[in-house]
């Protein structure tokens, strides 16, 4: 997995691109970790290159919208493909997360 | 009847090997994106659970992972000689729907299994454990 990390305003957007599974979600981790670690601002991972997504990555991505919330941060997802969305779904997550259907809507919200 | 099988040992990083079977399988039986994902789902949160929590000792062990398919439905078995753990009947957390400073994180991969699978049997015999999942191709 590669991701792609830029800044837009005082949103950090990350776009993470392939899987995000138990073999490589600490690489994710590791950029969630460097922007709530600098109280650095707020966060959008745009997942439209994402391809596929484990109950690892999906703790990952609870993990840091908690540390966000605790340092009054947002963590914002937007551009899911539908598979992963019924992961979401299924997670119950989509009650939890700010879901955006572009970034566009994201970073204007 | 068709079927395939792969035997890994009980480290991580072969995961990925796991995922290039699934992928040749999807390619093979012209899967839909959608089954191969879900296969995927379920393999990798199983396989990994195992991995990760089935085993006392340091050494290595092997996991057999098979794939049989039949005319409407496809058979996912597990064989490993881990702990005894039964999928079916673990706990599984469900608070999903609290907010996210009151949820517990764990049991999702169980729960994400339960959800992608059409049936799921545990068996445990001659200490191994016997998982086999069926998911319906239609």
Same mark, same amino acid.
């Given at each position: 997995?590669?991701?792609?990390?830029?800044?837009?305003?005082?949103?950090?957007?990350?776009?993470?691109?392939?899987?995000?599974?138990?073999?490589?979600?600490?690489?994710?981790?590791?950029?969630?970790?460097?922007?709530?670690?600098?109280?650095?601002?707020?966060? /959008?991972?745009?997942?439209?290159?994402?391809?596929?997504?484990?109950?690892?990555? /999906?703790?990952? /991505?609870?993990?840091?919208?908690?540390?966000?919330?605790?340092?009054?941060?947002?963590?914002?997802?937007?551009?899911?493909?539908?598979?992963?969305?019924?992961?979401?779904?299924?997670?119950?997550?989509?009650?939890?997360?700010?879901?955006?259907?572009?970034?566009?809507?994201?970073?204007?919200? | 009847?068709?079927?395939?099988?792969?035997?890994?040992?009980?480290?991580?990083?072969?995961?990925?090997?796991?995922?290039?079977?699934?992928?040749?399988?999807?390619?093979?039986?012209?899967?839909?994106?959608?089954?191969?994902?879900?296969?995927?789902?379920?393999?990798?949160?199983?396989?990994?659970?195992?991995?990760?929590?089935?085993?006392?000792?340091?050494?290595?062990?092997?996991?057999?992972?098979?794939?049989?398919?039949?005319?409407?439905?496809?058979?996912?078995?597990?064989?490993?000689?881990?702990?005894?753990?039964?999928?079916?009947?673990?706990?599984?957390?469900?608070?999903?729907?609290?907010?996210?400073?009151?949820?517990?994180?764990?049991?999702?991969?169980?729960?994400?299994?339960?959800?992608?699978?059409?049936?799921?049997?545990?068996?445990?015999?001659?200490?191994?454990?016997?998982?086999?999942?069926?998911?319906?191709?239609?």
């Amino acid at each position: 997995m590669i991701v792609n990390e830029e800044k837009k305003g005082n949103v950090y957007v990350l776009t993470p691109e392939g899987r995000l599974d138990t073999t490589n979600y600490t690489i994710l981790e590791q950029h969630l970790a460097k922007i709530t670690g600098a109280n650095a601002g707020n966060i /959008l991972i745009d997942m439209s290159k994402l391809e596929y997504i484990s109950s690892s990555g /999906l703790r990952v /991505l609870l993990m840091y919208l908690k540390k966000s919330k605790e340092v009054n941060g947002r963590l914002m997802l937007c551009s899911m493909i539908p598979d992963i969305r019924e992961v979401f779904e299924i997670s119950g997550f989509v009650n939890i997360f700010e879901i955006y259907g572009s970034r566009e809507d994201a970073l204007a919200s | 009847m068709d079927q395939l099988r792969i035997s890994i040992p009980n480290r991580i990083p072969e995961l990925d090997r796991l995922r290039s079977f699934t992928e040749d399988a999807a390619q093979k039986w012209e899967w839909s994106p959608k089954m191969a994902m879900n296969v995927n789902l379920i393999l990798e949160e199983l396989v990994s659970n195992t991995i990760l929590y089935g085993y006392t000792d340091e050494d290595e062990h092997k996991l057999e992972i098979s794939f049989v398919r039949e005319a409407d439905t496809l058979e996912i078995r597990i064989t490993d000689d881990a702990e005894a753990f039964d999928i079916t009947g673990a706990a599984v957390f469900t608070d999903h729907d609290k907010p996210a400073g009151e949820r517990r994180i764990g049991g999702l991969g169980i729960h994400l299994v339960r959800s992608f699978s059409d049936d799921i049997r545990y068996e445990r015999t001659q200490n191994h454990n016997v998982l086999t999942i069926r998911k319906n191709l239609t």
